[in-house]
């Protein structure tokens, strides 16, 4: 799916879990024309099923992500501040 250049659209909901790392810090923001309008911050684990969040957010041209923090989880081949996300809804 693409959007054009200047067109808004809503992000309603997002299924996010940490991939590496428990009580990683994600900060999400909804943008307009380079202006955050709508932000969210999420603590995410790394053992719990991808969890479905709703926001509803209108006119907005971009959606940014920015995590941090976490304490490593045990026994895991990898690491870092990346998170999985799944079953983004947007209406255009």
């Known amino acids: 799916?693409?959007?054009?250049?200047?067109?808004?659209?809503?992000?309603?909901?997002?299924?996010l879990c940490a991939a590496w790392r428990n009580n990683l810090t994600v900060?999400?923001?909804?943008?307009?024309?380079?202006?955050?309008v709508y932000q969210t911050v999420i603590n995410l684990q790394v053992?719990?099923?991808?969890?479905?969040?709703t926001v509803k957010w209108a006119g907005i041209d971009k959606?940014?992500?920015?995590?941090?923090?976490?304490?490593?989880?045990?026994?895991l081949n990898?690491?870092?501040?990346?998170f999985v996300f799944d079953d983004i809804d947007i209406t255009i």
């Open 47 to 53: 053992a719990s099923k991808n969890i479905l969040y």
């Open 1 to 15: 799916m693409s959007v054009r250049v200047g067109q808004y659209f809503q992000l309603n909901s997002i299924s």
């Open 63 to 75: 959606v940014t992500f920015d995590s941090v923090g976490g304490i490593e989880y045990p026994n």
């Open 78 to 82: 990898g690491g870092g501040t990346q």
């Open 27 to 36: 900060t999400i923001k909804g943008i307009r024309a380079n202006i955050p």
